[in-house]
């Protein structure tokens, strides 16, 4: 069965396009603490006369709130500081004077109450709080961890769009979590990637066997990493838009809202102790409001060891390597077309395991027209298709729709094909730029272009039970299927004399029909089939 589902698996670079007004925020923030929070109010301890000294220099408050564990016996058994840069969530300040700001965060009884002051925030107010947090709780920020509060005035003054106007509900605390990565403000017309380190505070290893990317039709991608245990500390915490260095593991990604079911007995791997690594590119089509930008991922875990094989994720980027394959399109209305490799010593990635795949997909901007990929032999030639972007599915020698780049389509093999990494993958994709930049090169903008190839396997299919869905890769390229569509007969001619079997599945992977073959032709009565498409295997 091929489910028509865009997931890859690539990093993306700088993008920065929003106007950022301030090199530092905490002075703002600061003066709303001092407007608003007195040493009788802002409390840290049970004791109404405990306090979080939110009196004194800009310097002296900061230095008594980032970072800096809380008195509360709960908020402190819980890991929260009073400030953790990156995460509004375990800021326990933020936590008291949210007074239902953010739905998800909700005071426990230990935590005591809300503080009495913060009933006099504004909306406005908190988000420039937690907009601080997010961005990294910098007292001196740069223009790479700074955010434009001018955006989040317009948006409270006047309305804007909400990219999740409601929160998705979060998968059953036995069975997951959710994490929410947001919101983060887009300027009108205007475009935003951050990347975001997150701590899932996994004490011990898990697997990963299901992924829900929830997020808005404005979304460009969502990715979702892991660094290497111990990886993340040479990264800075809250949002960076610098996307040169990257988390080193893969595990899904998605150009909209998406649910990722491994196939049985299968799963991501995470350490005890990892973290993750978000990836959130929006585009705001407004030119009159800004856009709230926010993606929820409920994550499905289960214990480490319960899956029988290790599900792994790579995607492999094309056209780089000088001089004559560079990502290069001239706005002629010429179609310029781009091959690159992906086996043992290609690069930038090199294949360095035998494969088992069970997906495979494409991701190109704009201007990309056509995407295939093919089977590569050792002597450096073209073997079989294994997939065409234009086609639905990605069937090779499929139904042709055209290249829907925001839409490319997945396809999933069962059983999994089998990929020596001496032979590996060779994968093209062509362009036709009509628009007004000339040339458009590699990049990351939605202006740019992007040549990438993406796969998920397993080293080994020793315990795997079969999905019930049909290997596309064996459909015969030599097979003339007529007429297609077709409404009461349906006729197959091959090329050859064949004996064997003609087998017919629907999109669920259902076998329909069975047919022996003896001849280089057969026909099928299709006139009491539901209207859908329909998947063959020679």
Known sequence: MCVRRIL????????GLASFAQSSNYSKVYRIFKTNCTNTSCHDKVSPTGNMSLEGTESEVYNNLVGVTPTNSYADSMGYSRINPGDPHTSFLFRKINQGFDAHIILDTQEVDPMPSAINLTDEEKETIRQWILHGAMQNGTSLNSFDTLLIQDYYTNGGVESMPTAPPAPDSADGFQIHMGPFFVAKGQELEYYLKYDP?????TEIYRVDMLMGGFSH???LNRFKVGEESSFSDGY???G???SSVGITSAQFADTMILPAKTAFYIPANSWFDLNSHYINFSSTQVLKAEVYINIYTQDAGTAVQIMYSTGQTGALDPPSNILYVPNDGNTYTFEDEFYQGSYPISLNNDIYVWRMTSHTHQWGT???IFRRNTDD??????YDGANIDGIPNGTSVGFDYAHPPTLIFDPFIFIPKNEGFIFEASYVNTGNINPVTWGATSEDERFIMGIFYVLDTTGLSALGIPKAIEISHNTTVYPNPAESTIYFDFEEFLVGTLSIYNAFGTLIDEFALKNDFAKMDVSNLATGVYVYIV
């Open 240 to 242: 960076r838009r610098n």
């Open 370 to 372: 056509d995407f295939q």
């Open 8 to 15: 890859f698996t690539a990093g993306c670079l700088l993008i």
């Open 201 to 205: 505070k996994l004490s011990t290893a």
């Open 381 to 386: 030639t073209r073997g079989v298709m294994l």
């Open 244 to 246: 040169s260095s990257l």
């Open 221 to 223: 991608h969502f990715i």
